[in-house]
């Protein structure tokens, strides 16, 4: 069978519109942290989100987490609670920039679904 070679651009494209098929490292660099962490799945999703409201990380950042949560029973009361937990660390505008991006998270996901990503 043929390799179907793409371009770095193609690849940063994708990655940067959501779609982390190009790309199977994030999930590489994540497996077995979380038993290594010591957490229990849902804290250990808590952890790495509160990392990503305080980086300010982008919304395509945040759908590998969120799609977790998402699939570990995380409530979005409960992401919304260590929002307000870590603002008096991170400030104001991080988690105001932090609700954006999940929310536009959460819309390139189903943009995703529809499109069969």
């Given amino acids: 069978m043929k390799e179907v070679m793409v371009s770095p651009q193609a690849q940063l494209q994708g990655l940067a ?7 199977d490292v994030p999930m ?15 804290t250990f999703l808590l ?19 969120l799609a977790a949560g998402s699939e570990a ?9 260590a929002l307000i937990a870590i603002a ?8 105001i920039s932090a609700a954006a991006s999940i ?3 959460l ?3 189903e943009e995703l679904a529809e499109e069969g990503k």
């Fill in 73 to 81: 029973n995380l409530a979005p009361k409960t992401i919304l609670g």
């Fill in 107 to 109: 819309e390139l996901a």
């Fill in 47 to 65: 952890v790495r989100m509160a990392a990503l409201a305080a980086l300010d990380a982008s919304p395509t950042s945040w759908l590998l987490d």
């Fill in 88 to 95: 008096p660390v991170i400030g104001t505008p991080r988690i």
């Fill in 17 to 23: 519109q959501g779609d982390l098929t190009m790309l």
């Fill in 103 to 105: 929310l536009k998270a």
């Fill in 28 to 42: 590489h660099m994540i497996e077995g942290t979380c038993e290594a962490s010591g957490f229990d799945l849902q």
